[in-house]
């Protein structure tokens, strides 16, 4: 006979689990510590002969081989990584504060990163705290500092001050960038938006990445059918951390004041069909341009009851050279301009009606 779960079983079980897990942590987290803490010594060591006795580059070499020969099964006792360590002890000089700050949470590759790539105290510091808050791997800690994660986070205009109240409102400008690197994608300027949507997709690791932490893809041209009307969002994701629908438009060109109205619109039908009101944060929409003049931006954002903000993104500084200067720009349009008056004027109003409506793709 088969003996029967008992009551609750499931959830003890559950519970019992965390617990493991956490202490499972915590033991990581204290070990971590302690051998960042007996780097921190042997480089505070090393500073100190150097200094008070003028060692050199060969004991320290001979120091790396004794250490390795008394202690043959444990990892970090090479030349290079005693450098390192030296580097720690002077980067930040008082133990105590490598147990108190971020710093002291991270992996022993992690800090190398942040000796190699940063000469900033405030800025090691910074990167530090947004790392033990994250989780990141190391290869998304190199990426946020090479990219100058520190001058672009929470940067990108926009009227959420406005449009959301206030907690949630700084919340939402935690989502966003200026500018975004995209040079992951390895595309020129003259790719279409399509093609760019589609690059992003294919690349979707990295393009959350980017992102940053929480992002879910939910999807690409994403259909709304609105009173018979078909309309497309670019890119749709959800953020896991606070809640929210996240609408991404796209375009390959410098930013106009109707590009806020579309994704506005876009926001709204998002909020309205999928958004959950008891459950979910309000959706905002963040528009990723090519250029941008930031004053048109602040404008434009002014006249606009939906949250939105604007950022621009970068590719390669080869591809960045390749867009043409503002100067081109206007000088194509006025010969265009006189050719068509020697033509004959289009018929304008229909134009400006068609490029003032929302985009909607069949």
């Not at 320290?60 to 580097?87: Q, V």
């Not at 672009?152 to 406005?162: C, W």
């Not at 040079?183 to 790719?191: G, K, N, T, Y």
């Not at 109205?261 to 709204?268: C, D, K, P, S």
């Given at each position: 006979m088969t003996e029967m779960e008992p009551a609750e079983y499931a959830s003890t079980l559950e519970?019992?689990?965390?617990?493991?897990?956490?202490?499972?942590?915590?033991?990581?987290?204290a070990t971590n510590n302690e051998l960042l803490q007996l780097w921190w010594t042997i480089g505070r060591t090393i500073l100190t002969r150097?200094?008070?006795?003028?060692?050199?580059?060969?004991?320290?070499?001979?120091?790396?081989?004794?250490?390795?020969?008394?202690?043959?099964?444990?990892?970090?006792?090479?030349?290079?990584?005693?450098?390192?360590?030296?580097?720690?002890a002077e980067a930040w000089p008082d133990l105590t504060a490598i147990v108190q700050r971020p710093v002291g949470l991270l992996p022993w590759g992690h800090?190398?990163?942040?000796?190699?790539?940063?000469?900033?105290?405030?800025?090691?510091?910074?990167?530090?705290?947004?790392?033990?808050?994250?989780?990141?791997?190391?290869a998304v800690l190199a990426h946020q500092i090479t990219t100058?994660?520190?001058e672009?986070?929470?940067?990108?205009?926009?009227?959420?001050?406005?449009t959301l109240e206030q907690r949630d409102s700084d919340q939402a400008q935690e989502l966003?960038?200026?500018?975004?690197?995209?040079?992951?994608?390895?595309?020129?300027?003259?790719?279409?938006?399509?093609?760019?949507?589609?690059?992003?997709?294919?690349?979707?690791?990295?393009?959350?990445r980017e992102l940053g932490q929480g992002f879910a893809f939910v999807g690409r041209q994403v259909h709304f059918d609105v009173d018979g009307d078909d309309f497309f969002v670019d890119l749709l994701f959800f953020h896991v951390e606070q809640l929210r629908y996240v609408v991404i438009e796209l375009?390959?060109?410098?930013?106009?004041?109707?590009?806020?109205?579309?994704?506005?619109?876009?926001?709204?039908v998002v909020d309205d069909r999928l958004r959950h009101p008891h459950k979910h944060q309000p959706t905002v929409g963040i528009l990723l341009v090519a250029d941008k003049n930031d004053t048109v931006v602040r404008y434009a954002l002014a006249s606009s009851n939906q949250p939105v903000?604007?950022?621009?993104?970068?590719?390669?500084?080869?591809?960045?050279?390749?867009?043409?200067?503002?100067?081109?720009?206007?000088?194509?349009?006025?010969?265009?301009?006189?050719?068509?008056?020697?033509?004959?004027?289009?018929?304008?109003?229909?134009?400006?009606q068609e490029a003032q409506s929302p985009r909607a793709s069949a």
């Open positions: 519970d019992l689990k965390k617990h493991v897990h956490g202490a499972r942590l915590r033991a990581q987290r150097q200094t008070e006795q003028g060692w050199g580059t060969k004991i320290i070499t001979r120091l790396a081989e004794d250490l390795r020969a008394e202690f043959p099964t444990m990892k970090g006792f090479s030349r290079a990584n005693l450098f390192y360590m030296r580097r720690f800090v190398i990163e942040l000796l190699d790539k940063l000469d900033s105290p405030e800025q090691r510091d910074w990167y530090a705290a947004k790392d033990a808050h994250h989780g990141w791997s190391r100058r994660l520190h672009r986070d929470a940067a990108a205009p926009s009227n959420f001050a406005g966003t960038k200026d500018p975004y690197a995209l040079q992951f994608l390895a595309v020129d300027s003259s790719v279409s938006e399509r093609e760019l949507e589609q690059r992003l997709v294919d690349r979707i690791l990295e393009t959350m375009k390959t060109t410098t930013f106009d004041p109707r590009d806020a109205g579309q994704l506005g619109f876009y926001v709204a903000a604007v950022s621009r993104y970068e590719l390669t500084a080869e591809m960045q050279d390749a867009l043409p200067d503002e100067t081109a720009i206007t000088r194509a349009f006025a010969d265009e301009l006189d050719r068509s008056s020697d033509r004959g004027m289009p018929d304008t109003e229909s134009d400006d």
